[in-house]
């Protein structure tokens, strides 16, 4: 009986195409949330590669302001960074994994996997599952416009039981040139429920050459080390698991054996409020990070009165004295980058 080869660590680099990755931990493309700070904030914490949120083709192609200007801005300690991108036309898409390119990505991703309803009516997203001939035209069309390795996130069907997108990915690699394959295992009707089937990620393992990243329902380092494990995949991706909790990475890659103290969850969240009103300006920081605010104050354990105040807040200052209070820190921790 042939001996199954050992899989690498975590923590061994690996490459998709000829892009050199430090390790096997990924930040998933967040939509959403995944802009410049959010991905160099799990790059800082110890993660390989981090993909942007969800990207428009056509907003690049029309070269959108403010697409330009807040989707596509890069920081220059996030790289390798992989841009990721959505859409129905193959002409659309060469021209917006261009300007991709042009802005400073290092690889394109193309979303095959998103459910959501006002996605899918475009014929973008996890629809592309029922016209294979259109995802490969997008995934040759992404790699003539960019000159980039081309990545493909997708499900592994529409619905339990449907197999259409373990199929796809197969010839998106054999077919399309597709560099490597982020592979979610539970079809498109179950949302982010039920089981990820693991067994049929290892069966798209040993059938493709490129590597494959498996996706979906890592919630922790233990869920994400299971998954690694069970499916035989190259690398994991982490999504809403490193909402919040960007020490994730360091505990799948060695750096961290125990949780972070609320003064380092603290000075994470400052570290964040001082990147979103750089990103965004004052006013619309202070609406956007509301969304951010539920995933430390937990952590933080700071008082219910405080949780509320933060989300009605219309006053940064006073919301970083919050957090101060509740850990006592000083807000200089968390405004170096």
């Known amino acids: 009986m042939t001996a199954m080869p050992r899989q690498p660590p975590l923590t061994d680099p690996f490459r998709i195409a000829d892009v050199e990755i430090a390790?096997?931990?990924?930040?998933?493309?967040?939509?959403?949330?995944?802009?410049?700070?959010?991905?160099?904030?799990?790059k800082r914490h110890?993660?390989?590669?981090?993909?942007s949120e969800m990207i428009s083709?056509?907003?690049?192609?029309?070269?959108?302001?403010?697409?330009?200007?807040?989707?596509?801005r890069i920081h220059p300690d996030e790289h390798p960074v992989s841009v990721q991108l959505f859409?129905?036309?193959?002409?659309?898409?060469?021209?917006?994994?261009?300007?991709?390119a042009e802005a400073g990505a290092d690889l394109i991703d193309i979303n095959m996997g998103c459910p959501v309803r006002k996605v899918r009516r475009t014929g973008?997203?996890?629809?592309?599952?029922?016209?294979?001939?259109?995802?490969?035209?997008?995934?040759?069309?992404a790699a003539e416009g960019s000159g980039l390795p081309v990545t493909v996130k997708l499900r592994s069907g529409l619905r339990p039981g449907d197999r259409s997108g373990f199929e796809l990915a197969i010839r998106l690699v054999e077919d399309g040139g597709a560099a490597a394959i982020g592979f979610h295992p539970r079809p498109a009707t179950v949302g982010h429920k039920g089981d990820p089937d693991y067994a049929l990620t290892r069966e798209l393992v040993e059938r493709l050459s490129v590597p494959v990243i498996v996706s979906g329902g890592l919630r922790s380092a233990e869920a994400a080390r299971l998954a690694h494990r069970e499916s035989g995949a190259d690398a994991v991706m982490i999504a809403r698991?490193?909402?919040?909790?960007?020490?994730?990475?360091?505990?799948?890659?060695?750096?961290?054996?125990?949780?972070?103290?609320?003064?380092?969850?603290?000075?994470?969240?400052?570290?964040?409020?001082?990147?979103?009103?750089?990103h965004l300006g004052t006013e619309r920081a202070t609406r956007y990070l509301r969304k951010f605010y539920p995933w430390y104050v937990e952590s933080l354990e700071a008082p219910r009165a405080v949780a509320e105040e933060l989300q009605r807040s219309a006053d940064l200052p006073?919301?970083?004295?919050?957090?101060?209070?509740?850990?006592?820190?000083?807000?200089?921790v968390g405004a170096s980058l």
Request: glycine share 10%.
């Open 46 to 51: 110890g993660a390989g590669l981090a993909v």
């Open 241 to 278: 698991g490193a909402l919040g909790n960007p020490w994730v990475f360091e505990e799948l890659t060695g750096r961290r054996s125990l949780p972070p103290s609320r003064g380092e969850i603290a000075a994470e969240l400052l570290w964040t409020i001082d990147r979103a009103e750089e």
């Open 87 to 100: 859409g129905h036309d193959p002409d659309v898409m060469r021209s917006g994994a261009e300007v991709a």
């Open 57 to 72: 083709s056509f907003g690049l192609h029309h070269r959108n302001e403010r697409t330009l200007r807040e989707l596509m």
């Open 318 to 332: 006073r919301a970083r004295a919050l957090i101060e209070d509740c850990a006592g820190v000083d807000s200089r």
């Open 124 to 141: 973008a997203g996890v629809e592309l599952l029922t016209d294979p001939e259109l995802a490969l035209a997008l995934t040759r069309a």
């Open 23 to 42: 390790n096997r931990v990924l930040l998933a493309p967040l939509a959403g949330i995944g802009n410049w700070f959010v991905r160099l904030q799990a």
